[in-house]
């Protein structure tokens, strides 16, 4: 087991717990690139999370356009792609892996640092059992794809958008 790894797994143990609605919500993760985030060392900016996966037709459109209006903002490093896509979330059919997540993420020039594969999906439950995914909740399904979640600066959760087209270029211009 790499020290990364290690450190991962450390931080997913303190950081993926049940936090009461309206606080913070605190994850940590490692990207395609292999490089871990632990949201507690960058409290102070907000954060855009999309959740996503590589069949996913309105990701494919949603995505590189958030990309580059994060980019255009100088704030691309505030942005977070989520895959969950796996069995632990209780997904079927035809799941994703982290080499289509990566081969899809090219093809969309998205970089790899700011992807991030939810293997163990702890990453993903931590927002679920916050309870923020409403319409994912209604429809008995474990989130909605696509779902952009921005958290404000104290990592709130402000706005969730789960598979609501281009409503989300309107909120990124109220938090960057």
């Given at each position: ?7 991962l ?5 303190f950081c993926?717990?049940v ?6 919500i ?7 690139k292999g ?7 960058s409290?102070g900016?907000?954060?855009v999370?999309s959740?996503f996966f590589?069949?996913?037709g309105?990701?494919k ?11 255009a ?13 796996n069995?632990?979330?209780k ?6 892996n982290?080499?289509a ?14 992807v991030y594969?939810?293997?163990?999906g ?6 679920i059992k916050?309870g923020?995914?409403?319409k ?10 696509p779902?952009i979640?921005i958290?404000d600066?104290n ?6 958008l789960?598979?609501?087209g ?5 909120e ?5």
């Amino acid at each position: 087991m790499t020290k990364k790894t290690l450190i991962l797994l450390f931080s997913l143990f303190f950081c993926s717990q049940v936090y009461a609605a309206g606080n913070p919500i605190q994850f940590a993760s490692l990207n395609l690139k292999g490089d871990v985030y632990n949201s507690k060392r960058s409290n102070g900016k907000p954060l855009v999370i999309s959740f996503f996966f590589t069949t996913c037709g309105p990701c494919k459109v949603e995505m590189p356009e958030l990309y580059k209006i994060m980019k255009a903002k100088g704030k691309e490093k505030q942005l977070f792609f989520v895959d969950p896509y796996n069995k632990h979330l209780k997904f079927s059919g035809e799941l994703d892996n982290k080499r289509a997540v990566k081969k899809f993420v090219k093809k969309l020039h998205i970089p790899m640092e700011l992807v991030y594969f939810d293997a163990i999906g702890a990453l993903t439950k931590s927002f679920i059992k916050e309870g923020i995914f409403k319409k994912a909740i209604a429809h008995k399904t474990p989130i909605v794809f696509p779902t952009i979640v921005i958290l404000d600066k104290n990592h709130k959760p402000v706005k969730v958008l789960e598979g609501e087209g281009k409503a989300f270029v309107k909120e990124l211009d109220k938090w960057f």
